[in-house]
């Protein structure tokens, strides 16, 4: 389900859509559940590689960071 809301959200503040055939093909989705853990497994891989091969693809754009925003403490985990 994150990479769905990962694609979802990456088309939302693009406004591009990822093209996802592969994955579509599968018909498969994270709340099939009668699907067995292979065929999970082999759809997550494959909408992975869809997103990060069409954003590869774009442009690189720049991130501007501000200090502003910026939070002065570190998570860490132990």
């Keep these: ?3 769905i ?3 979802k959200y990456y ?3 693009t406004n591009d ?3 996802s055939e592969r994955y579509n093909s599968l018909e498969i989705s994270p709340v099939h559940i009668h699907k ?3 065929a999970h497994k082999d759809a997550l891989l494959t ?3 869809e997103i990060v091969t069409y954003i590869h693809r774009q442009s690189m754009h720049v991130v ?3 200090l502003d925003i910026a939070s002065t403490k570190v998570a ?3």
């Design 64 to 66: 501007n960071y501000s």
């Design 76 to 78: 860490a985990e132990h």
């Design 36 to 38: 067995d853990k292979k």
């Design 47 to 49: 909408l992975g590689d």
């Design 11 to 13: 088309e939302y503040i």
């Design 1 to 3: 389900m994150l990479m």
């Design 5 to 7: 809301h990962i694609k």
């Design 17 to 19: 859509e990822i093209p």
